[in-house]
């Protein structure tokens, strides 16, 4: 209900009122809301003028938002205030409109704020770009992982001779059910005076926290409760193991990149390893002090330009440390799994959970929900210590 709608629900109330007590507290009522539509409207009218005064380049559509961040901040601006009490969610990224519950239409005040925040390391999140994506409109999906066991053999048989029998194993069915990645947060209600903050609160810190978690569910998940099964995790992926006391070297990853296609049909598109794996390939050097890679003002045998971070023969090299030192995950990523979404991420935001509205705060919402499938294991192998 928005001040007018109360408003009007007051002079109702004051007319049928039946007792000279009862008529004056609606009176003191009818005038604080009276008080909040009259500032609205001021501040709703400098915000039209100032608007006004920009210049406008021809018909030009409004800028979609860049971020998720943007997005909401953007959706939430004019729409919730400070000191008021409200329940505000914007919709999915890729959608337009705005969903809100009870806000109150007052416009936020034009106050600069210091936005700059000294954040920590932000590690690149590439995880989930590896694979492929689908959608689905359910829950859960179920899938059919094929037998590679057969029994008998085609033969060269004579004119009317008996044909040899042949029979396949039975496939596994695997279900696959969303799991939801989520967490709240709370902040002084003056972010929401700020939109450019409130993204930056959004984009910089909840995104970042939120995709790391989902990164780590999607490569090591166990699976247990409420976790993503990930890929390290998963039976029937191919597996290399490297002497027991040394170290990952660049052979072993060429045989596994020719496991997967070998066990599944496959080119490998992709290499995962840890920057202590990744920098020991890098710096090593052959009899002649030459470094394998290229050094560090050229490329290998200074004959090519050098490159910041060559790729591991010749595929997507993802160099991070959501794998752990000593591992190596080589796969056909597009080919050999999904991250399947229902719908994109969600954020929102109230100031009426616990006791956010007495001291003026807000708390902040962010989830979404996804699953790992793996329809070819065999796509993907796993480089490991040998442990004897």
């Known amino acids: 209900m928005n001040l007018k709608e ?10 049928a009122a039946e007792t000279l007590e009862d008529a004056k507290r609606i009176k003191g009522e009818i005038e604080a809301v009276q008080e909040q539509i009259a ?37 939430a601006e004019g729409h919730v205030a400070k000191g008021q009490r409200f329940s505000f969610a914007a ?42 994506s689908e959608s689905i409109s359910g829950t859960a ?74 990164e780590t569910q999607l490569l090591s998940g166990d699976g247990t409760g409420q976790n993503i099964k990930g890929i390290l995790n998963r039976s029937g992926i191919g597996s290399k193991t490297y002497a027991h006391g040394g170290n990952v070297d660049a052979d072993v990853i060429f045989e596994a990149m020719m ?12 290499i995962v390893i840890n920057p202590t794996d ?23 045998y200074g004959n090519t330009p050098m490159a910041e971070q060559p790729p591991l023969w010749g595929l997507r090299t993802v160099v991070t440390s959501a794998i752990s030192a000593g591992t190596v995950l080589v796969g056909a990523f597009k080919a050999g799994g999904s991250v399947i979404r229902k719908g994109g991420t969600t954020v929102e935001m109230v100031n009426t959970n616990e006791a956010d509205f007495i001291n003026n705060r807000v708390t ?19 480089i490991t210590e040998n442990p004897t």
């Open 39 to 75: 500032l609205a409207d001021e501040k709703a009218g400098i915000l039209d003028s100032m608007k006004a005064s920009k210049p406008v380049a021809g018909n030009r559509t409004e800028a979609k938002a860049a971020s998720l961040g943007e997005h909401f901040a953007k959706a």
């Open 91 to 132: 919709p999915e990224f890729e959608k337009a409109a705005v969903v809100m519950t009870t806000p109150s239409s007052i416009a936020p005040a034009l106050t600069d704020v210091d936005t700059r925040l000294v954040e920590g390391y932000r590690r690149p999140l590439l995880i989930a770009d590896l694979f492929g």
């Open 141 to 214: 999906i179920t899938y059919f992982v094929e037998n590679s066991s057969v029994e008998g053999a085609f033969a060269a048989v004579a004119e009317n001779g008996t044909k040899p029998q042949i029979s396949f194993g039975d496939p596994t069915a695997v279900t696959e059910s969303l799991k939801k990645i989520a967490a709240y947060y709370k902040e002084s209600d003056e972010i929401i005076e700020d939109a450019a903050w409130l993204a930056s609160s959004i984009n910089n810190r909840a995104l970042y926290l939120h995709d790391l978690a989902e």
């Open 278 to 300: 990744y920098q020991r390939l890098r710096l090593a050097k052959d009899s002649n002090n030459q470094y394998y890679g290229g050094g560090y003002f050229y490329g290998a």
């Open 259 to 270: 496991a997967v296609q070998n066990n599944s049909g496959f080119a490998a598109d992709a």
């Open 364 to 382: 902040i919402r962010v989830e979404n929900r996804l699953a790992l499938a793996v329809r070819y294991p065999a796509a993907f192998v796993k």
């Open 6 to 15: 109360r408003l009007a629900e007051l002079l109702k109330e004051l007319d």
